[in-house]
C-alpha cells in the first residue's frame, strides 16, 4: 500500500509546491546567453579577401555557420550563400556535381547551420516535385502565402553523399535521400522577411540555396510550417528531373558568381598579388576560380543569369517566380535535348502586370505603404501569383502526374501528421 500511492503523493506535492507550474505571464521568460558571451570574431566567416580565398583553397569545405552572426564582405549572411558547383573537377562528365555550400545539418533553435560538399550523382534521379509550404494562420490553418522550392528525389541505391573536409563521407550525416533547391531572399543575419520589405528591391538579394530534405524539413517544422508536394510529369521521367537539377544548380553557381563579381566591383573583396604569390599555383587556380565565371560551362543559361537583377522582389522576384522560372529553362533544355519541338510556355507572371509593380523599385516608405492597398487588390483578382496557386500553372501546362481522378497528386507532410521519413515519434528516443 505504501508504495502504491509514493508516486502520487510525491507529484501532488511537488505541483503544490509551485515546482510544476507555469511562470505568470507576464514573467519574462530566461535566455541563455550563448550569443551575448560569444566574441563576435569567433563566429564570423569569410568576412574578407583572405577568407574567401582560404575557402577557396578547400576541395570539399565544411562551414560551421553562427546564423546570428556569419556574414560575407557583402553583410548578407553567410549561412544564406548561394550554392557552388566545382565544374573544374572532373570536366569531361556532369553526370556527378561536386556542390559547394549546401545545408547539410545543424540546428535552427540556437543558430547552428552545417554547411558541406556533396557529390550529387544526377544518375540516382527519380523525380522531382513542386513543394510548397505555406505559414500558419492564427487559427493553425495553412495560409495563401507560402514559399515555393523545387524538390529532388534519389534512388536508395545511388543517393547524395555528404563530404567531409578531406573528401571522404561525412561521418554522423545520413544517407541524404532528396535535395531542396530554393530560391530566397538574401538579407544581413538576424534581419527577418516581410511582405512590406519584399516590395522593396532594395531590402533584399537574390541567392539560390541548396538543402538536404531532411535538414529543410527540420527548419520548416521547427516554423510549424507544412510540405504540399506535387510530383513533376516531365519529358523524359529521370532524364527530365536531372536535366531540371542540372539547370538549377547551373543558374544558383552562375548567381554565386555574380554575387562575387559585384562584392568585388564594389571594393568589398580584392585579390591582390602579395596574397595570391602566398598561395601555391593550384590553390592559385582555385581561387581565382571563386572569383571568375569563366569556369562555367558554355551554355545561353549564363548569359541570362549574367544580366539578371539581383534583388528580390515579392511580385517579379521570388521564390515562386524564379522556381518557375527555374523549371521554364529546364524545359527548354529537356526539349532541345530530346527533340521535342517547342515546349510549353509558363505564364508566370501575368501578361497585363501594372506598371506600378516596376514603380516600386523607386518608391519611398510612403509611397509603398500607399500602394500596399492596390498590391493586395491585384493579388486577390489574380489568384495565380498566389503561391498557394502557384501549382496550377504548371497543371495547365501537363507537368504535374494525375492520380487515378484526374487530378494533380499531392503530397502532404507536417511534424503532427507524417513526415517524408515517418511519424518523427518513430525517429526519437
Not at 81 to 89: T, Y
Not at 95 to 121: C, E, Q, S, W, Y
Not at 265 to 285: C, R, Y
Not at 397 to 410: E, N, T, Y
Amino acid at each position: 500500500m505504501i508504495k502504491s500511492t509514493l508516486i502520487p503523493v510525491a507529484v501532488v506535492t511537488l505541483f503544490a509546491t509551485g515546482c510544476g507550474q507555469a511562470p505568470p505571464e507576464d514573467a519574462p521568460a530566461p535566455l541563455v546567453p550563448r550569443l551575448a558571451e560569444m566574441p563576435a570574431s569567433a563566429s564570423q566567416l569569410l568576412t574578407d579577401a583572405r577568407d574567401l580565398l582560404n575557402y577557396s583553397q578547400q576541395a570539399t569545405p565544411v562551414l560551421h555557420v553562427d546564423t546570428g552572426r556569419a556574414r560575407l564582405p557583402n553583410k548578407l549572411a553567410a549561412s544564406m550563400m548561394p550554392i557552388l558547383v566545382d565544374w573544374e573537377r572532373d570536366p569531361a562528365s556532369v553526370r556527378m556535381m561536386r556542390v559547394k555550400n549546401v545545408n547539410v545539418a545543424g540546428n535552427p533553435i540556437v543558430g547552428h547551420n552545417v554547411l558541406a560538399t556533396v557529390d550529387v550523382p544526377l544518375d540516382g534521379l527519380r523525380g522531382a516535385e513542386w513543394c510548397l509550404t505555406p505559414a500558419r494562420n492564427e487559427r493553425n490553418r495553412d495560409a495563401e502565402g507560402g514559399h515555393g522550392q523545387l524538390r529532388f528525389l534519389f534512388d536508395p541505391a545511388l543517393r547524395p553523399v555528404v563530404l567531409d573536409a578531406s573528401g571522404g563521407p561525412m561521418a554522423g550525416i545520413a544517407a541524404v535521400d532528396d535535395l531542396i533547391v530554393s530560391w530566397e531572399a538574401w538579407r544581413p543575419p538576424l534581419v527577418r522577411w516581410t511582405a512590406m520589405d519584399g516590395l522593396d528591391p532594395e531590402s533584399y538579394a537574390l541567392t539560390l540555396r541548396v538543402y538536404t530534405g531532411a535538414k529543410r524539413f527540420l527548419d520548416d517544422a521547427i516554423r510549424n510550417n507544412p510540405w504540399n508536394c506535387y510530383p513533376l510529369n516531365l519529358p523524359g521521367e529521370r532524364e527530365g528531373a536531372a536535366e531540371l537539377l542540372y539547370t538549377g544548380l547551373l543558374i544558383g553557381d552562375a548567381l554565386a558568381r555574380r554575387s562575387i563579381r559585384e562584392m568585388v566591383e564594389a571594393g568589398e573583396v580584392e585579390l591582390t598579388d602579395s596574397m595570391l604569390d602566398a598561395m601555391t599555383p593550384a590553390a592559385t587556380t582555385r581561387a581565382r576560380q571563386v572569383f571568375a565565371e569563366s569556369t562555367l560551362p558554355e551554355d545561353p543559361l549564363v548569359a541570362l543569369v549574367g544580366g539578371a537583377d539581383l534583388s528580390y522582389q515579392l511580385i517579379r522576384r521570388s521564390c515562386v517566380t524564379h522556381s518557375l522560372y527555374t523549371v521554364q529553362i529546364g524545359l527548354d533544355r529537356i526539349y532541345g535535348k530530346l527533340d521535342l519541338g517547342e515546349p510549353p510556355e509558363l505564364e508566370v507572371l501575368p501578361e497585363d502586370l501594372p506598371e506600378w509593380v516596376d514603380e516600386l523599385a523607386y518608391a519611398e516608405r510612403g509611397d509603398l505603404l500607399a500602394l500596399l492597398p492596390g498590391a493586395l487588390l491585384y493579388v486577390a483578382r489574380n489568384g495565380k501569383v498566389l503561391p498557394s496557386n502557384a501549382h496550377k500553372i504548371l497543371a495547365e501546362a501537363g507537368l504535374l502526374a494525375l492520380g487515378q481522378d484526374g487530378q494533380p497528386i499531392r503530397y502532404y507532410y507536417h511534424r503532427s501528421q507524417m513526415t517524408p521519413w515517418g511519424p518523427i515519434r518513430d525517429n526519437m528516443m
